[in-house]
């Protein structure tokens, strides 16, 4: 039966409130985004709705950074079928005879992890790698693009990166395309067309890619701070950002730089781990003590079990005691100033509303991460924590002085498995107590600490006893020396007697 006028106007009519619907959802959905966030988490959950839908997200120039992220992303030319087995590769054969640059490009994506896959030329930048010709090979009807620009680079990469039967051989994860939009890199470059941000060659290269298990590979672990410092320790590629520049220089210092930097470390975090790679953003205040759990897990449970986790305004979290790029190593020196600071309102409450307030200011200076730092003498945390630090300054004190007895006695070449096997035991009880402070908990800390006191004044007993022992062997051993002595004088004396009567006959 044909459609009437009529019909066809309730269709449209019902489309376009459908369509009316799916805009009015997506804008609402962007709109409630916390404003500290990255902005444009929308466009990721508009990408993600549909891994096809990958290509250059085009965006206003001079839009505002600020500005509502863009919700659909335009496709790119998709990449002609690679050749049949055998035929000659056109683009790599002509490439690499026209001259210099052109050869070592060429002898670049011979060695990558692209080539191994292969995945030819026209693959990212399209065209007919059959043909000899170069009006043929590369010609707009063959699809050629070209050298793509910074924005096009995302959607070629995304064109196969982001599409799950491409990537299933390999298994690799699909969903960088749609993070890339999500960080402060994509939404910069979406928002505001700022195309001095990172894209994905800068980090992985373009024809020379490799595998992020490659040690000469950008990406990989060890080589990742320096990867990340080269634009951000650039003071004038920072400078239009207000972004300071010594993250690296501060990040080289601290126990993460130096266990990866130096130690090599592969464990250790690098900017990726806490920053994220392809969907790169500042962690925020809410999501710090997630972000450190990653690694951190025991810690991370301790500490949701504290006061400080229970505050929902101005809650310590683990940059206030540890910092951030500079985190050092942890210590007795975190409770408390050498001198007692100087205390106002201000420094703990919101002068307007008598709120209690956590400034990331003040805790700036490593001198500064110390739990005086907000209570005062005066006040009973202060109390509870100075028998935290009473307590575990005790267990500290035993442990050292037992593993200097069980030393001495080793020197003496005695035997100390047993007590070194007490000893492991207390260091063992110490970490739990080191690691119960940020549980905020007098109690569970104290009890910790006395078990740890108890192991190693236990072991110091074993280690005196060797010592003792050692002394007693060494005291005996004079008294049968000297009997020794006492004997070969006697018998000396006897022969010599004898001897004179001998020769008296």
């Known amino acids: 039966m044909a459609a009437t006028p009529a019909h066809r106007l309730l269709r449209l009519s019902a489309t376009a409130l459908v369509a009316a619907g799916l805009w009015f959802g997506l804008a609402v959905t962007a709109s409630a985004e916390d404003p500290s966030a990255a902005p444009g988490a929308s466009a990721s959950a508009s990408a993600s709705a549909s891994a096809s839908a990958v290509g250059s997200v085009v965006a206003s120039p001079g839009a505002s950074p600020s500005a509502e992220p863009l919700v659909s992303a335009p496709p790119v030319p998709s990449p002609i079928a690679h050749p049949p087995a055998g035929d000659t590769n056109g683009c790599f054969d002509c490439h690499s005879a026209v001259n210099d640059k052109q050869a070592e490009i060429s002898a670049a994506w011979e060695t990558?992890?692209?080539?191994?896959?292969?995945?030819?030329?026209?693959?990212?930048?399209?065209?007919?790698?059959?043909s000899d010709q170069i009006t043929v090979g590369m010609s707009t009807e063959a699809g050629f693009l070209g050298s793509p620009d910074r924005t096009q680079t995302v959607g070629v990469?995304?064109?196969?990166?982001?599409?799950?039967?491409?990537?299933?051989?390999?298994?690799?994860?699909?969903?960088?395309?749609?993070?890339?939009?999500?960080?402060?890199?994509?939404?910069?470059?979406?928002?505001?067309?700022?195309?001095?941000?990172?894209?994905?060659?800068?980090?992985?290269?373009?024809?020379?890619?490799?595998?992020?298990?490659?040690?000469?590979?950008?990406?990989?672990?060890?080589?990742?701070?320096?990867?990340?410092?080269?634009?951000?320790?650039?003071?004038?590629?920072?400078?239009?950002?207000?972004?300071?520049?010594?993250?690296?220089?501060?990040?080289?210092?601290?126990?993460?730089?130096?266990?990866?930097?130096?130690?090599?470390?592969?464990?250790?975090?690098?900017?990726?781990?806490?920053?994220?790679?392809?969907?790169?953003?500042?962690?925020r205040a809410t999501e710090v003590v997630e972000v450190c759990g990653k690694c951190h897990t025991a810690t991370q449970e301790l500490y949701e079990q504290s006061r400080h986790a229970q505050l929902e305004q101005a809650a310590p979290k683990c940059w206030t005691c540890h910092g951030t790029h500079d985190v050092s190593p942890p210590g007795s020196?975190?409770?408390?100033?050498?001198?007692?600071?100087?205390?106002?309102?201000?420094?703990?409450?919101?002068?307007?509303?008598?709120?209690?307030?956590?400034?990331?200011?003040?805790?700036?200076?490593?001198?500064?991460?110390?739990?005086?730092?907000?209570?005062?003498?005066?006040s009973q945390i202060y109390a509870q924590v100075q028998g935290i630090a009473d307590a575990l300054g005790g267990a500290e004190g035993a442990y050292a002085a037992a593993g200097l007895r069980i030393e001495d006695a080793a020197r003496l070449g005695m035997i100390t498995a047993d007590a070194e096997v007490g000893l492991a035991q207390a260091r063992t009880s110490l970490i739990q107590a080191q690691a119960a402070v940020h549980t905020t908990k007098l109690k569970l800390v104290s009890d910790l600490s006395t078990d740890a006191r108890i192991k190693a004044d236990e072991a110091q007993a074993m280690a005196i006893a060797k010592v003792d022992e050692s002394t007693f062997r060494r005291q005996a051993m004079i008294v049968v020396l000297a009997l020794i002595a006492l004997s070969v004088v006697f018998l000396v004396v006897i022969k010599r007697q004898l001897d004179r009567e001998l020769e008296g006959r």
């Not at 990558?112 to 059959?130: E, K, L, Q, W």
């Not at 239009?240 to 220089?249: A, H, K, N, R, V």
């Not at 975190?334 to 600071?341: M, Q, S, V, W």
């Open 112 to 130: 990558s992890v692209h080539a191994a896959a292969d995945v030819g030329c026209a693959d990212c930048h399209g065209g007919d790698p059959r």
């Open 157 to 283: 990469c995304g064109s196969c990166h982001a599409n799950v039967e491409v990537m299933r051989p390999y298994n690799l994860p699909t969903d960088q395309y749609v993070k890339y939009w999500s960080s402060v890199h994509g939404q910069r470059l979406a928002i505001a067309n700022d195309t001095r941000v990172a894209v994905c060659t800068d980090c992985h290269g373009s024809h020379d890619v490799r595998k992020t298990s490659d040690p000469n590979a950008k990406v990989f672990p060890l080589n990742v701070p320096e990867l990340c410092a080269g634009c951000h320790a650039d003071a004038k590629r920072m400078e239009p950002y207000g972004i300071p520049t010594d993250q690296f220089e501060i990040y080289s210092g601290s126990v993460h730089g130096k266990a990866l930097l130096e130690e090599q470390d592969v464990r250790a975090p690098s900017c990726a781990s806490c920053h994220g790679s392809h969907d790169a953003k500042p962690p």
């Open 333 to 378: 020196r975190l409770f408390f100033h050498p001198e007692t600071p100087d205390y106002e309102c201000s420094t703990c409450h919101d002068l307007a509303n008598r709120t209690l307030r956590l400034e990331i200011d003040r805790f700036a200076n490593e001198a500064d991460r110390r739990c005086d730092t907000c209570h005062h003498p005066d």
